[in-house]
């Protein structure tokens, strides 16, 4: 079964930078788009960015400008490049492949808080 293992979560000050991993067994990742979600506490969980098979990308308006999605083919990783986080930024952090139907079980996903 395909299994999503979020990475790189941490308490960072506003302003701040981290760098988020998404690693996969089973699938090669370089051939699906894959997703960016996050869910804030009392919230629905939000797609933030996307980046297709042929690499185009697609980003939430609130993180066009601060936040990359890239992928590692080698690593068959997914990351996403986030800087100058905002509070409002406070999720868990998930990835996905909307490209799988079924879409394969959410995994425990990675917290990140932009707290000063």
């Known amino acids: 079964q395909v299994r999503f293992v979020e990475s790189g979560g941490a308490l960072v000050q506003p302003g701040g930078s981290l760098r988020l991993s998404c690693a996969a067994s089973e699938i090669i990742l370089s051939i699906y788009t894959m997703d960016w979600y996050r869910q804030a506490p009392g919230k629905q969980r939000e797609l933030v960015a996307r980046i297709r098979s042929g690499g185009t990308t697609y980003y939430l308006d609130s993180v066009k400008g601060r936040f990359t999605i890239s992928r590692d083919n080698a690593k068959n990783t997914v990351f996403l490049q986030m800087n100058s986080l905002k509070p409002e930024d406070t999720a868990v952090y998930y990835c996905?492949?909307?490209?799988?139907?079924?879409?394969?079980?959410w995994g425990q996903g990675t917290q990140v808080t932009v707290s000063s």
């Open positions: 996905n492949t909307p490209s799988m139907n079924p879409s394969p079980p």
